[in-house]
């Protein structure tokens, strides 16, 4: 197994602020972006929080982030997608990731954080039987495609307008700066197998070994060169994410 090679080094943050003044801890979060960039850091990451005294819409405050910053990466770790809508979170992720000029890094997971507060407040009915899973990621990413809805003859009016419909801003290059957050060798090869990029934090499954350093390099390399093999070659990052090559700077076969 081959030693990791760091090429990005980010930071997260939850964004923290007091009960009785957000407004001072989400200022001085995105001035830590600020402080961030200016030190030279790569990236600069949100952890997304629900009920917490933390950032819970991530899109939003990323939208804030990249008006007060110009180069730095500016990333979600994750949000968890089972309280998403597909089609509405990738609405809010690509106007923001227009205006930070194509500099988001969004990461997701699976579940539900807090189901048991949240689940009733979030669906009408049952939602215990939908799909919360990855197939409610691989569904946003569609979205974020941007593929025309309807037939070849729909269109859409509005005021002086005719178009086409599908998600608007058009923005497919996001789609490359998909995340997941895997943790066990089965998360991984999803990922693999959709071409998301993969993030590893500190929990992770440790199938075949209680070492924490050899069960994240097994997710970081095992899968991967699996993949490499089948698909293509993967680029790694950092100790903590690897990025497969995207199909359109692939060799052909």
Not at 204 to 210: M, N
């Amino acid at each position: 197994m081959s030693t990791p090679t760091i090429t990005s080094l980010a930071f997260p943050t939850p964004g923290n602020f007091a009960d009785d003044d957000p407004y001072t801890g989400l200022v001085e979060t995105l001035q830590l972006f600020e402080y961030g960039e200016r030190l030279g850091y790569d990236g600069a990451w949100i952890r997304r929080r629900h009920l917490e005294h933390g950032v819970g819409s991530a899109a939003v405050f990323l939208a804030a982030a990249g008006q007060r910053t110009e180069r730095v990466e500016l990333g979600t770790a994750v949000i968890p997608i089972g309280y998403e809508s597909p089609f509405r979170l990738a609405e809010d992720l690509a106007p923001a990731d227009v205006l930070s000029r194509g500099r988001l890094q969004v990461g997701f997971s699976t579940g539900m954080p807090h189901a048991e507060l949240l689940g009733d407040l979030v669906y009408d009915g049952d939602w215990r039987g939908f799909d919360l899973s990855y197939g409610r990621i691989a569904r946003l990413v569609d979205n974020l495609r941007g593929d025309y809805l309807g037939g070849p003859d729909t269109v859409i009016h509005s005021p002086g307008n005719i178009q086409r419909p599908r998600l608007q801003p058009h923005n497919p290059g996001l789609v490359e700066r998909i995340w997941y957050g895997g943790g066990s060798l089965r998360s991984v090869r999803w990922a693999a197998e959709n071409s998301l990029n993969l993030l590893s934090g500190n929990i992770v499954s440790g199938e075949d070994t209680d070492d924490f350093t050899t069960a994240q390099l097994n997710l970081i390399f095992r899968v991967p060169v699996s993949h490499r093999e089948a698909r293509g070659p993967v680029s790694a990052g950092s100790s903590g994410r690897w990025r497969p090559t995207p199909p359109s700077r692939r060799p052909s076969r």
